[in-house]
């Protein structure tokens, strides 16, 4: 019988199950996500980690198991459902930008916002604000294809904080980067996080960037190797402003 889980989770999920074309990826997988906290996600190139996020966030269907979001289902969700709830209430980063190829890097920002309802004066301005705290304000009128790969991934946290959602997924959101970026990106990723009482979920195949989370949790072969670890936070920054 399903039990609802526990108040402070905003994202809980018990025995999933998921395979790949007949390859096991995730093997019975349980996991909590506290409101308000950054969550990394440890583990080997291969070991699910991100499986897991897709299943977390709704873009993947779990074959076995539940994931709730906020005391509600999600894997009862079809896939408008699960769309429509990535599409509100859901930020993501991955490893690879996808900006509008279209859109300068400030339009890219601001396309969130302006789909959520936000106007355009606003949403403009909330762009620019967080393309200044990425260190690529001055790429604001730039396309992507005028850009390197690490301004662009830079552009991309951006546009994944700039609407505030709820859960910030960010799948190896650091790989285009060199060290001393990465440390930077993920320090702003995490700060904000904790600024805006926004929950971050972090996967990454280094454990030296999980130091910028709450806690940690390690995958090897599709299950989790422990429970979750808590981890200092004498590494982390300043807040962010509040403000958009």
Same mark, same amino acid.
């Given at each position: 019988?399903?039990?609802? /889980?526990?108040?402070?989770?905003?994202?809980?999920?018990?025995?999933?199950?998921?395979?790949? @074309?007949?390859?096991?990826?995730?093997?019975?997988?349980?996991?909590?996500?506290?409101?308000?906290?950054?969550?990394?996600?440890? $583990?080997?190139?291969?070991?699910?980690?991100?499986?897991?996020?897709?299943?977390?966030?709704?873009?993947?269907?779990?074959?076995?198991?539940?994931?709730? !979001?906020?005391?509600?289902?999600?894997?009862?969700? $079809? *896939?408008?459902?699960?769309? *429509?709830?990535?599409?509100?209430? !859901?930020? !993501?980063?991955?490893?690879?930008?996808?900006?509008?190829? #279209?859109?300068?890097? *400030?339009?890219?920002?601001?396309? /969130?916002?302006?789909?959520?309802?936000?106007?355009?004066?606003?949403?403009?301005?909330?762009?620019? #604000?967080?393309?200044?705290?990425?260190?690529?304000?001055? @790429?604001?009128? =730039?396309?992507? %294809?005028?850009?390197? &790969?690490?301004?662009? =991934?830079?552009?991309?946290?951006?546009?994944?904080?700039?609407?505030?959602?709820?859960?910030?997924?960010?799948?190896?959101?650091?790989?285009?980067? @060199?060290?001393?970026? =990465?440390? &930077?990106?993920?320090?702003?990723?995490?700060?904000?996080?904790?600024?805006? &009482?926004?929950?971050?979920?972090?996967?990454?195949?280094?454990?030296?960037?999980?130091?910028?989370?709450? *806690?940690?949790? %390690?995958?090897?072969?599709?299950?989790?190797?422990?429970?979750?670890?808590?981890?200092?936070?004498?590494? =982390?920054?300043?807040?962010?402003?509040?403000?958009?």
């Amino acid at each position: 019988m399903s039990a609802a /889980p526990p108040d402070n989770d905003v994202l809980w999920a018990r025995g999933i199950v998921k395979s790949h @074309h007949g390859t096991p990826a995730l093997r019975g997988v349980s996991i909590g996500v506290r409101e308000g906290e950054v969550l990394a996600v440890t $583990g080997p190139r291969g070991s699910g980690k991100s499986t897991l996020l897709g299943c977390l966030s709704g873009l993947l269907p779990v074959d076995e198991g539940e994931v709730w !979001f906020n005391s509600s289902p999600v894997h009862t969700l $079809g *896939r408008a459902g699960r769309e *429509r709830l990535r599409r509100e209430r !859901f930020g !993501f980063v991955g490893s690879e930008p996808h900006l509008v190829p #279209e859109l300068t890097a *400030r339009e890219n920002v601001a396309l /969130p916002l302006l789909l959520s309802g936000v106007g355009h004066k606003a949403a403009h301005t909330a762009a620019a #604000e967080w393309l200044e705290r990425l260190d690529v304000a001055e @790429h604001a009128k =730039q396309r992507p %294809a005028e850009l390197v &790969q690490s301004q662009r =991934q830079r552009i991309a946290v951006a546009r994944a904080l700039a609407p505030l959602p709820p859960v910030v997924f960010a799948d190896d959101p650091t790989a285009p980067l @060199h060290r001393e970026a =990465q440390d &930077q990106v993920l320090r702003i990723l995490a700060t904000a996080a904790r600024s805006h &009482q926004l929950t971050l979920v972090l996967a990454t195949h280094d454990p030296e960037l999980a130091r910028y989370a709450d *806690r940690t949790v %390690a995958l090897a072969d599709g299950r989790l190797t422990g429970p979750a670890v808590p981890v200092g936070r004498g590494q =982390q920054a300043g807040t962010v402003p509040a403000g958009r």
